[in-house]
T-cell receptor
Framework: AQSVTQLDSHVSVSEGTPVLLRCNYS??????LFWYVQHPNKGLQLLLK??????LVKGINGFEAEFKKSETSFHLTKPSAHMSDAAEYFC???????????FGSGTRLQVQP | DSGVTQTPKHLITATGQRVTLRCSPR?????VYWYQQSLDQGLQFLIQ???????AKGNILERFSAQQFPDLHSELNLSSLELGDSALYFC???????????????FGPGTRLLVL
């Protein structure tokens, strides 16, 4: 079985400050992990993915995530938030042999001016 | 722009009716996935097709069905609609490899269904 827990439903930061969105996963097999972003009234866009190569993964728009097997975590970070980062972020897991993605419940990121 | 297209963007219908949602995958992608996003259930996988054949089923109701055509576009049919079927329906496609854990799914913009 596979599951994802996003620890915060809502995160608010000031523009220019760091962003941390937390994600823990559970998977019976070696997982692939993804972060997707959904802007208001838009579809889902892939930010980055981990597929058993380097544990620190760099994505688009300055985001990165670190895979920590011992902690079963895949937290998303960005050094400096921008107003355009305000959106809903989904942590996603996919285990070997499974075709479907399992989504977390989402974290809404608010960026204050 | 992911390259995945979905029509229509919005759909308003009444309970008991039937609707068809359409998805065109990225050029060359053989796999198509359907997902439902609702306020109470979040994002859930419904069903996957690969090169015209059903490959995996998720939380798809018996009132719902899908198919993938020879030109690889897919349709999701929703019948006997209920108020609770109101949701955003996403289609995603992935590259030629089937079932590979490393493959990325690219999502369309979604179809917003409102059942009144």
């Amino acid at each position: 079985a596979q599951s994802v827990t996003q620890l915060d439903s809502h995160v608010s930061v000031s523009e220019g400050t760091p962003v941390l969105l937390r994600c823990n996963y559970s998977s019976s097999y070696s997982p692939s992990l993804f972060w997707y972003v959904q802007h208001p009234n838009k579809g889902l866009q892939l930010l980055l993915k981990y597929t058993s190569a380097a544990t620190l993964v760099k994505g688009i728009n300055g985001f990165e995530a670190e895979f920590k097997k011992s902690e079963t975590s895949f937290h998303l970070t960005k050094p400096s938030a921008h107003m355009s980062d305000a959106a809903e972020y989904f942590c996603v897991v996919r285990s070997t042999g499974r075709r479907a993605l399992t989504f977390g419940s989402g974290t809404r990121l608010q960026v204050q001016p | 722009d992911s390259g995945v297209t979905q029509t229509p963007k919005h759909l308003i219908t009444a309970t008991g009716q039937r609707v068809t949602l359409r998805c065109s995958p990225r050029s060359g992608d053989l796999s198509v996935y359907w997902y439902q996003q609702s306020l109470d259930q979040g994002l859930q996988f419904l069903i996957q097709y690969y090169n015209g054949e059903e490959r995996a089923k998720g939380n798809i109701l018996e009132r719902f069905s899908a198919q993938q055509f020879p030109d690889l576009h897919s349709e999701l049919n929703l019948s006997s609609l209920e108020l609770g079927d109101s949701a955003l329906y996403f289609c995603a496609s992935s590259p030629r490899t089937s079932g590979g854990v490393q493959e990325t799914q690219y999502f369309g913009p979604g179809t917003r269904l409102l059942v009144l």
